[in-house]
Structures are given as structure tokens and as C-alpha cells.
């Protein structure tokens, strides 16, 4: 997995509620899609028109944030489905960190599978920055710091974030979890020797 | 320490805690369907990675097979996919449980009928509607493929704990209303993002009374107000439902499984971090009016307008969404005019909910210019319903009896609505494309959705009972 340690890049504002992963990657284009081409779907169904020519009013389409490496969503991003293609395709399309006040629980976890950073901020702020994208697109361009734990707008003041002291070393050093787990290993077997005694009804032999 | 049911679940999966909040958890059962199960296999074999425990995994290839009973192979989807995702569980020597198999089905509902989902089990699957099993009792969410990958090679999964939240349903629902109205309406009154980061235990009076069915139908729903984790304590009613079906333990193993799920059940003083009360006494048929689960009303109710205390971006959302939905503000959600009626889905395909639509529907006519489809949830809930004679109740009717699929529900298996075209709907999103580019959903009840074939509106069951 790719190491995530600074980032300095376009940022670009899409802040409405509720963006579910049904909208960031629409089942029709899903399956035969590789997971590196799955930025071509991003967004599909606000990015393009039903003649399949780009839509001019939708962020990515503008021609300032068509490079941007980092999205800022509204509350609740990545809602529903668990299609870890919402992740692929905000990658392959070049993100690497998305900014929101809340995102839903099953797309936060696929972010780390794949390097992608999630920073929660509270919402004012998220707002706030959106309004400055809004009155001066020219400014978009942000430094989030994963070693110091900064978010840096071109203007204004460095914005801290939080996130598991776990998850900030796996992605400074690009670890994947699988990897971790099998540090674990033996901790899983004698858990499974244990666990065999008191609840054999999980294990295979009782398993009909 | 007093512990929430969920506390007891959770403490008993922890393998090793991993500081900051973060455990590692033992995972019990891993369900795989034809489109994450099956990228997660191919990941699998890219990585070089094994099935560590096969026979603790069930594949069923239910996204992509169509309902359509003359050739669910007709779909691109299960062209591409179908054949290599069953060639490639056979080499993992995991279950798969095929098309014409008595098991198959949508994983959902048959984790429950088979007894593969039990009380007190940790189970993921990479769907997002795996909250379904906690109607069981069991702590079951859904996950992505890469996720899904690290459970198949560790037994084992990466979990920050959540917050517990409880909601409580008081009292008796009324003739005409179901489980899912209650669903509906708490993601209604608290919004779609109100259960991120916690998991949910159902309980009060109105769950206990509720059957198994109507609980699973519940927990289904988790998802759709944010929370990965919905669950109701197992009691007896649970017990008598899982004796004897086909992956359940026996005779003593069985004895000792019960006296252990007794337990799970939260301590009189446990805390939760968050608690709401639904009285349901009061409570009516709801219908979703937009795009989004929350955007939901009583059928009494219209869809509303732009003028309440919607911040601008929420407006903005509203007005897509009614946009979108092609209504106007203050229209009346009885009356609406609808294409297509489809009983189906994990959340609405047991028996009990053809039961109750056929009741409905029994005598009566689909009206002329509206499809409507009924797709049992899986080969048994089919057979059943068959030996009752449901199946010609919804036939004689003008009903489409369609074989076991995820169908209308997902878009992944050629059943789609065309754009434009509006459907009442039992499943679980109605989301912007969700069944098909530009179709438009409405969710409601099974018994909702069989007033709406038989009138060709959005109507209100109980004017039919």
C-alpha cells in the first residue's frame, strides 16, 4: 500500500449531505470495470449527461479542480452501499485524502485499505473552507500534514485533525492491515483453541 | 460491569486490543455474493493469500442472477462473474450454494433459514445490508472487498468499537402497519447519519412482540440511518426458530448454545450512550416521497416543500431530490401514480411478508398499466409459499412470480425499472438510480406495495383490509 505522509495539492468542494457510494460509483458501470479505470465512473450520474458529454457545472468538469487530489464532502460521505469501488474510483481518479464533517462507517474503513485519507472536521470548518473555494477557487490549494496532524489552507489558520494513533502509523508507513493481522497470529489460534471449549458450536464440526 | 448486549458480543470476539480503540476481532461466519465476495477471491489469489477457515464460509451468487424464471443466467453481469466466482469457491473449498440449488438464495435470508446466522456470532459479508442478521442476535455488518479479503486470510477483522445506542418501540402496532413502517419511520424522525459510529440494539415491547421475520426486516434497516450494527437480544422466539434448521447445532452442543445465548441480553444498568422511544401505538403506514431513506412520511402526509429550516446545502438536496422524483412540494403521497410494484429484497421477501401481501392482494387485480412482481427471497421461502398456494394468489392476480434474486433491488442483474418509470418497493434504498438509471422508488411495506398494485396509487393499506 501506498505511504501517506504530506500532501500538498487542489482541493474541491462537492459539501452536500448524504453522498452515497450509489452516486460515487452507479452499479451499472460497476462490474467489468477494472479498479484502476474506476475513475472514469466517478461521480458518473452528476459528472456527465445522458448523452455521455460532461457536465460543464459539476467541480470535477471545471477546469481549476479537474487536478484535485483532495475532495471536500458534506456530513455523512460515502453513505450506503459498502462497494469499496467508491474508494478505487476517488483513487484512480487521483484523490488521495477526502475532507468531511462525518463519513459513513464502512467507506472510512475501505479508505485505509487503499492509502486514502479520511480527516473528520467539524462541520463550521468544513464549511468555512468550502466558502472560501467558493469566493476565490484559486485558492485551493492545501497541504494536509499526517506527521504533525494538520490540515493547511492556502489562507488561513492550520486546522488540526484527529485520527487513530494505529491508523496514522500504518499509513505513514504504508502497512496494510493483513500484514498486522498476521503479526497476530498465534494470539488467533489460542483464542480458536479457547474459544473451541466454550463455543463449539462455531467450528466446523458442528457446522451441519 | 452492567454490559449492553452488544458489550458481551464484542468483549467475546476480541482477539488482541490494538490501543486507540481499535481491537481485533475473531469473525465467526463470512458470507460472499457474486460481486464484493467475488473481487475479494480474485484480491485473494492476487495477494497469494489462502482461505484460512473454508467451511466457515458460504458463497451464493445472489446479486447477479435475475429473477426471471424462463433464464436468471440472462444477465451480462452473471456472464461475467457467475461461472468464475462458483470455479472459484469450488478451488477454495468454500460452500456455494447454487441457482438450482434448495438452498439458494439472497444471503440474508438464508444466513437466518439455514441457521448458518446465530445468536452471539460475529458474521460479515461485503454487503452493507448484513445488519440484517442481528435480528438473530448476532453481531453481523457488512465490509468492503479488501476487508473481506483480510477475513478470509485471518478469520479475523479490524474494528473500532462503537457507541451504543438503544431504540425502544412501545406498545401495539395497529392492523395495516409492519416492522418495516416502524424502521421507516425512525430513520424519518432521526435522519439518515443518526446511527454513524454506533451500534444499535432494538429492544421495548413492540420488538419482543415482534416474530423473527419482522425483526430481521428491522435490523435490515440499520444501514439506512447509518449504522453498520443493528441487533435484538435473542429470546426464546429465536430458540424455537433456529431448532433443527440445517447448519444449527445438535442435541447437547445445541442444550449448551442455548444456555449460552440466554446470556445475551443487556444488564439492567448498562449504559448507552445514546436511547430513543418510538411509541407505536399511533403509528401509520409510512412511504418514502425522495432519495434518500430519511426522506420519508406517513401516508397520510404530503411531500414537503423548500420553505421549513433547511440549511442551504440541505435545500439544495431536498430540491434535487424532488427534482429527481418528479413531484411537487405539498402533493398528497396517497395518489401518486405509480409504474411498477416489486415485493422482493433482503429486507422484504420471507414468508410472512408474501403472507401478508397476498392477504391483500387475495381476490383482487393488479391494475391494467402497472407490473407488478413478487420475488421470493430464496428457494425455500419459494416452495413454502407455494405449498400455501400464495403463488397463485399473486399470479390469478396479475402478479409476475418471479424466482430467488436480489432482482429490482441492486441493478446488477438486468431487472430494472426504464428511466422515468415509478415503482413502490419493498427493499431498502431509494437512492438516485437505484433500481436502473432515472428510476424512481418509493419504499414502503409489503402489504403497501400490494394495495398499490391493486389501485395503481399510493394507497393506504388499511382502506383495503
Known sequence: ?208 | MERTLFDKIWDQHVVTDLGSGMNLLHVDRILLHDLSGFRALRALDDAGETVIHPELVVACPDHTVASDPTNPFASETYDRVGDEFRILCQRHKIRHYDVESQEFGILHIIGPELGLTLPGTTLVCGDSHTCTHGGLGSLAWGIGSSELVNVLASQTIIQRKPKRMRVNFEGSLQEGVTPKDMILHLIGQSGVEAGDGFAVEYAGTAIRKLNIEGRLTVCNLSIEMGAKYGMVAPDEKVFDYLRDRKHVPQDEIWDKAVTHWRKLHTDDDAIFEKEVLIEVEDLKPHVTWGTSPEHVIAIDGAVPGLDSTYGEEERLAVSAALDYIGLEPGTPIEGVDIDWVFIGSCTNSRISDLRAAASVIKGRKVVEGVTAWVVPGSAMVKAEAESEGLDKIFIEAGFDWRVPSCSLCVGANGDILSPGERSISTSNRNFVGRQGPGSRTHLASPTMAAAAAITGKITDVRKLV
Open chain 1, 1 to 208: 500500500m501506498q505511504a501517506f505522509t504530506k500532501l500538498t495539492a487542489i482541493a474541491a468542494p462537492l459539501f452536500r449531505p448524504n453522498i452515497n457510494t450509489d452516486i460515487i460509483t452507479p452499479m451499472q458501470f460497476l462490474v467489468g470495470t477494472s479498479r484502476e479505470a474506476m475513475g472514469d465512473i466517478l461521480f458518473a450520474p452528476w459528472r456527465f449527461n445522458d448523452d455521455g458529454s460532461e457536465n460543464p457545472d459539476f467541480i470535477l468538469n471545471m477546469e481549476h479542480f479537474r487536478e484535485a487530489r483532495i475532495l471536500i464532502g458534506g456530513p455523512n460521505f460515502a453513505c450506503g452501499s459498502s462497494r469499496e469501488s467508491a474508494v478505487w474510483a476517488l483513487h484512480s481518479f487521483g484523490f488521495r485524502a477526502v475532507i468531511a464533517p462525518s463519513f459513513g462507517g464502512i467507506f472510512a474503513n475501505n479508505c485505509f485499505q487503499s492509502g486514502m485519507l479520511p480527516i473528520v472536521l467539524p462541520e463550521k470548518k468544513v464549511a468555512a473552507l468550502v466558502r472560501q473555494l467558493d469566493a476565490a477557487p484559486h485558492t485551493a490549494t492545501f497541504t494536509i500534514d499526517l506527521e504533525t496532524l494538520l490540515v493547511l489552507p492556502s489562507q488561513g489558520e492550520a486546522i488540526p485533525f484527529k485520527i487513530e494513533e494505529f491508523r496514522r502509523t500504518a499509513l505513514l508507513e504504508g502497512l496494510d492491515d493483513l500484514g498486522l493481522m498476521k503479526k497476530h497470529s498465534d494470539k488467533i489460534s489460542a483464542f480458536q483453541t479457547t474459544d473451541r471449549r466454550s463455543r463449539p458450536w462455531i467450528y466446523s464440526e458442528n457446522f451441519g
